[in-house]
């Protein structure tokens, strides 16, 4: 547990930038880290931590989850416990009855009797896949989960069921997702019903992989037929989820993949700027050339961390205040144009896996 840096990091923030007190705005961004603090990226990222938590919290509606959950068929305002969960664990804050709630109405009202969580009244691939990794979160953190929510496990393995019916049509991002789900799902159950999905989605994601020369390639985001096949704004997804998964198990063939993908990522970047070209996106034309936009800002600031600890690119960036807050103030702009919806879905997968790179203490 680091809660003494939890409490110094807040008593910083409250000390050094009271300007309207250190609770959050009506948009739920807090102002404590309006200018970047003179000491180490360590110290910053603590910070920014704590302007996400105070974020999240502000929306928590008191009962059983946050801002619009309880407004329609749609799992990813609850998507918070997984921040919440690596609150709990790494900071030593306590979200537990909170993440309990939150559970219970997500699988009351929320989950489909085919197993599939919702998305705007839809059944999700991606959002079942990291609901299911919430909730396997939740156990591990707090295995007494398990007689507080009776039917935690059965609705697990029932989502995980219906991730086994799809077939997806190419191996992209959404893939990567479920490959996620089946790694943890064989750490919880040692079934061969979930290590056999790792294996045929890995043989998709594998064989529909386009390598674009020996050093560089992507998943693809688009039917095989596709000239081209590339979105470049989402291979900042693709290399957030990949680089998750192989924090999970040493994988080799995904090892690979990843690596090219970062190579890819990294002729179209500018670490000047902080911004990607996307002309070579397959939505260039339709979506950005009219608006004469042909960069957009790196909006997933893990995938630096996951540049720097596989292909040893940016390791300058993400241990440096200045750049750290503007990466975090690029991934929260997305938040503001996404409603506030990737706030509850992405801050650890985008945000908070790289305090691994700070985890210097015991």
Same mark, same amino acid.
């Given at each position: 547990?680091?809660?003494?840096?939890?409490?110094?990091?807040?008593?910083?923030?409250?000390?050094?930038?009271?300007?309207?007190?250190?609770?959050?705005?009506?948009?739920?961004?807090?102002?404590?880290?309006?200018?970047?603090?003179?000491?180490?990226?360590?110290?910053?990222?603590?910070?920014?931590?704590?302007?996400?938590?105070?974020?999240?919290?502000?929306?928590?509606?008191?009962? /059983?989850?946050?801002?619009?959950?309880?407004?329609?068929?749609?799992?990813?305002?609850?998507?918070s416990i997984t921040f919440l969960l690596f609150m709990d664990s790494t900071y030593g804050t306590n979200n537990k009855s909170k993440i309990v709630s939150s559970i219970k109405y997500s699988l009351e009202y929320l989950q489909d009797g085919t197993g599939a969580f919702y998305i705007e009244g839809d059944l999700g691939y991606v959002r079942t896949s990291l609901y299911?990794?919430?909730?396997?979160?939740?156990?591990?953190?707090?295995?007494?989960?398990?007689?507080?929510?009776?039917?935690?496990?059965?609705?697990?393995?029932?989502?995980?069921?219906?991730?086994?019916?799809?077939?997806?049509?190419?191996?992209?991002?959404?893939?990567?997702?479920?490959?996620? /789900?089946?790694?943890?799902?064989?750490?919880?159950?040692?079934?061969? /019903?979930?290590?056999?999905?790792?294996?045929?989605?890995?043989?998709?994601?594998?064989?529909?992989?386009?390598?674009?020369?020996?050093?560089?390639?992507?998943?693809?985001?688009?039917?095989?037929?596709?000239?081209?096949?590339?979105?470049?704004?989402?291979?900042?997804?693709?290399?957030?989820?990949?680089?998750?998964?192989?924090?999970?198990?040493?994988?080799?063939?995904?090892?690979?993949?990843?690596?090219?993908?970062?190579?890819?990522?990294?002729?179209?970047?500018?670490?000047?700027?902080?911004?990607?070209?996307?002309?070579?996106?397959?939505?260039?034309?339709?979506?950005?050339?009219?608006?004469?936009?042909?960069?957009?800002?790196?909006?997933?600031?893990?995938?630096?961390?996951?540049?720097?600890?596989?292909?040893?690119?940016?390791?300058?960036?993400?241990?440096? /205040?200045?750049?750290?807050?503007?990466?975090?103030?690029?991934?929260?702009?997305?938040?503001?144009?996404?409603?506030?919806?990737?706030?509850?879905?992405?801050?650890?997968?985008?945000?908070?896996?790289?305090?691994?790179?700070?985890?210097?203490?015991?």
């Amino acid at each position: 547990m680091r809660a003494s840096k939890w409490i110094l990091s807040s008593m910083i923030a409250c000390a050094i930038y009271f300007v309207g007190g250190c609770s959050g705005e009506s948009d739920g961004r807090s102002d404590t880290t309006s200018e970047v603090i003179g000491t180490s990226g360590e110290a910053q990222f603590n910070l920014l931590v704590r302007e996400l938590y105070d974020s999240i919290e502000s929306h928590w509606d008191g009962e /059983a989850g946050w801002m619009n959950y309880s407004s329609g068929l749609d799992v990813r305002y609850q998507e918070s416990i997984t921040f919440l969960l690596f609150m709990d664990s790494t900071y030593g804050t306590n979200n537990k009855s909170k993440i309990v709630s939150s559970i219970k109405y997500s699988l009351e009202y929320l989950q489909d009797g085919t197993g599939a969580f919702y998305i705007e009244g839809d059944l999700g691939y991606v959002r079942t896949s990291l609901y299911i990794v919430g909730m396997l979160k939740a156990i591990e953190v707090y295995p007494e989960i398990v007689l507080e929510v009776p039917n935690i496990e059965e609705s697990i393995k029932s989502a995980a069921n219906w991730i086994i019916s799809v077939e997806k049509e190419w191996g992209g991002n959404h893939q990567i997702f479920g490959l996620i /789900a089946f790694e943890l799902l064989t750490r919880r159950y040692n079934d061969v /019903a979930y290590s056999s999905q790792i294996a045929r989605i890995k043989f998709n994601l594998v064989s529909d992989f386009v390598h674009v020369n020996d050093e560089m390639g992507y998943f693809p985001e688009g039917p095989k037929e596709w000239d081209n096949r590339l979105l470049m704004p989402i291979v900042q997804t693709q290399i957030m989820a990949t680089g998750f998964y192989l924090s999970l198990t040493d994988d080799s063939d995904m090892k690979l993949l990843l690596e090219k993908t970062i190579r890819s990522f990294v002729h179209y970047f500018d670490s000047s700027s902080l911004r990607i070209d996307i002309t070579d996106s397959y939505d260039f034309g339709n979506k950005y050339q009219p608006l004469g936009v042909h960069t957009i800002p790196i909006e997933v600031p893990s995938v630096l961390l996951y540049s720097c600890l596989y292909i040893g690119e940016y390791c300058d960036l993400i241990d440096e /205040a200045a750049e750290i807050k503007l990466l975090h103030d690029n991934m929260r702009d997305n938040f503001v144009r996404d409603n506030y919806l990737t706030l509850f879905t992405d801050p650890y997968y985008r945000f908070a896996v790289m305090e691994t790179i700070f985890n210097k203490e015991s």
